[in-house]
């Protein structure tokens, strides 16, 4: 089992931004230290439901500073970008990390971004089969033209090209998040594996697994190919000497970061978006996910990986919103969470 942090840099009321970021960043290199397997960092624009505005460059200084640890993006919003420019960071990232960088993508939501990078509605729409197929074409072909109908170039080569990097193939991990049948039909049909959001339960994110399974093979991909794939479940993690405290920090903190994070997305046509109880989402949250003591949250991992298939885990580690607590929080989720788990 594969269990990580994930990293939103979250402001909660009364901080400000350089907080929510500085709390972030190091929230990153105790993971390391405390022995986690990956850093999963999140992507949004002006909403202070996070304050990171670009995941591959948070990427890349966190590469920067640690030595073991997996970094990827959960996610790079795909339709306000170019694929090959994404493309290019996740191979210069691939390269200069010996292979340490996730490139998760997402198709977003309907929100302003899309209007400010000028993208336009339609790239959330219906635009983005035709950007994951691109950026895939990207990661592994050496040269690559494009003639869609959002994206036309003539054929240029792959500079750096991803496989180079460390043996032929060995091109950078794509994952795919994925909301919906037709997102998860859409990462099967390429073999990509799935991260699956922290808003659902063990049974439709079994459901999910299945679904990509079955699409898997109908679309010819192999036994192998399709019993390696590592799927991805984001949670909440939370720990507390008593399962109650650790759901009082949670219940304290992150309703106000929720309601003021979540009322701050505007779309982009007007369209009315109804937004999800601040209070009532908390409490689904630490009853789906480890929340509790350490033991508790070890079994609640071993469960859920042992109901869905999945043993990649992207956990919410910063939902006390204070710098002190998240370090000790990542902490006790290696020293006494994780050994619990081999």
Sequence with gaps: MRVGSFVLAAQFPGQGEGEALHRAVRSAEVAEEAGLDTVWLAEHHFVPYGTCPSAVTLAALLLGRTRRIRVGTAVSV??????????EQAALLHHTSGGRFTLGVGRGGPWVDLEVFGAGLEAYETGFPESLELLVRWLRESSVAADGERFRFREVPVVPRPSEAL??????????????PASVRLAAERGLSMLLGMHVGDEEKAEMVALWRRHARACGRSPEEIRGASHVSAGVCQIADRRVDAAETLMKTMPGWLKQGLEAHVTVDG???RMRDPLAYTELLCGLHPVGTPRLCADRLAATSERTGISRFALLVEGSGDLAATEENVRRLGAEVLPQLV
């Design 78 to 87: 795909l339709p306000t970008v170019h694929p090959v420019a994404l493309g």
């Design 167 to 180: 043996t032929e193939g060995a091109w950078p991990e794509l994952v795919v998040a994925c909301t919906s």
């Design 271 to 273: 369209r009315t978006r």
